[in-house]
């Protein structure tokens, strides 16, 4: 488990250096103004697709039900060809009528601005299509326990974005965010292009060509599993896309605020998701087929062995993370963006919004574990009304936040509804099964070990602003 772990993790660290350098680039070329926050805007919508249809619910359906079929290689391309078939309908859609779906997802924006998003949108949007037919081959190879080339693949969309940056940085502000956009499409390919040459080399792609060939003559010997299979995946895709709805109205309410506000919640949020997806991610990717497998034997005993080595060495190292990242979150910052059209007023609020990110880290990692023992036990539709639970409470508290503490106030409202989406996900996965977690020697070092580094790190903080000043 644990080296599936790694190779997840070394695959997103690689990722996510990659990304903060695309990030370095396009702060110091667009800074935070309205070029910035039409490419980030722009990119959003076709992610928000994504992970509802794709990285989310799709493959949290798809691994147990391709688990539990004895046709997969007629099941696979089934799915495959219903769910391409509806992506690329909305994608022809959001190209005939891209300022619909631009003032869709920034309301804020005058029709000026929106006129100028557009274009962007339109672009950007052939992404999903290809993502999704990634993700859908990336499924396969994590059933296989083949973890690598998804993990590393990422990677080529940010040298993608990397190189666009590089092409474009002397032109004006227009023309980058064409760059960007169509760098985007081109990471896209490349990503899909890595997975079919590794499907082809695990001598996979015979399953790819059964499925085709035997779709029409046996489609009616899986029609139990596609039945089940659509009943599970629309409370999933629910319960996954609450988490964008969210992302979706933090874009919508900040752009009602002080240009930039977008790229504030952007750059801070950036940052937030490198520990979240380093070690929490990477730690569910590589869990999730295990644990499904081991259910579908009937092993539960194992399978709760198995999440409670994930528990805590996700515990140890997210509240590291948050008692580090929240103290020094100003040098991140600066660290990171501050050079360039990125000023110091810049950085002041893009520290403040990672604060109010960070609050939230450790139950946002450790819910992303426990909810795949939902869904392995395909309970999805407790996992959905979890999921509208927390997005209520997410809802709450931006309206309530927004006024006094503007774009911060969202960040702050996105952790207390991750807040809540833990605590109920962890009553319906069992109190008594989690206080077993927690009865270990390894609560005693948690605590300790929390508390030295924090003494540690103010000690260390405090000497720098003393020795600088």
Known sequence: ???????????????????????????????ANIYS????????????FRRIFAEGAFTQVFIPAFARTRHKAVFSVHIFLIFLSIILLITLLVN????????????????HTIALAAPYVAINFWYLPLIFSMTFLSGILQY????????????????????????????????????????????????????????????????????????????????????????????????????????????????????GSISYLYYANRIFQLPLALFAIATSVALFPKIARTLKNGDEVKAKQNLA????????????????????????????????AFHARDTAHTSAVLQMYLIGLLPFGLQKLFVLWLYAKELQMQAAKIATLSLGAYITFALLFITPFGVAGLALASTLGGFVSFFFTIRTFGIANFFAILRSQNSIYL????LLFTLLLLFIHSYTIHFIS
């Not at 605590?447 to 929390?450: F, L, R």
């Open 447 to 450: 605590g300790i070990g929390a």
């Open 144 to 259: 296989k326990h083949h973890f690598a080339t998804t993990a590393f693949s990422t990677a080529l969309l940010n040298l993608s974005l990397i190189a666009a940056l590089l092409f474009s940085q002397h032109q004006e502000a227009s023309k980058i965010v064409y760059a960007l956009s169509f760098g985007v499409v081109v990471g896209g390919i490349l990503q899909l292009t890595v997975h079919l040459i590794t499907l082809y080399k695990l001598g996979l792609m015979k399953l790819l060509i059964g499925g085709l060939q035997y779709l029409h003559s046996k489609s009616k010997i899986i029609q139990q599993d596609t039945q089940k299979f659509r009943r599970n995946f629309f409370p999933a895709m629910w319960g996954n896309s609450t988490a964008q709805v969210s992302a979706f109205l933090d874009t919508f309410l900040a752009s009602f605020l002080v240009t």
């Open 96 to 111: 005939l009528l891209p300022a619909l779906f631009t003032k869709a997802i920034a309301v804020g924006f005058d029709a």
């Open 37 to 48: 926050d039409i490419f980030f805007i722009a990119f959003k919508l076709p992610n928000l």
């Open 1 to 31: 488990m644990f080296k599936a772990i790694f190779t997840n993790s070394f695959g997103i660290l690689l990722s996510r250096i990659l990304g903060f350098i695309r990030d370095l680039l396009t702060a110091s070329a667009l800074g």
């Open 309 to 340: 080595k994930a528990f805590w060495f996700l515990a140890f190292i997210l509240t590291a993370s948050t008692i580090g990242g929240i103290i020094l979150s100003h040098e991140i910052t600066w660290l990171l963006f501050e050079r360039g």
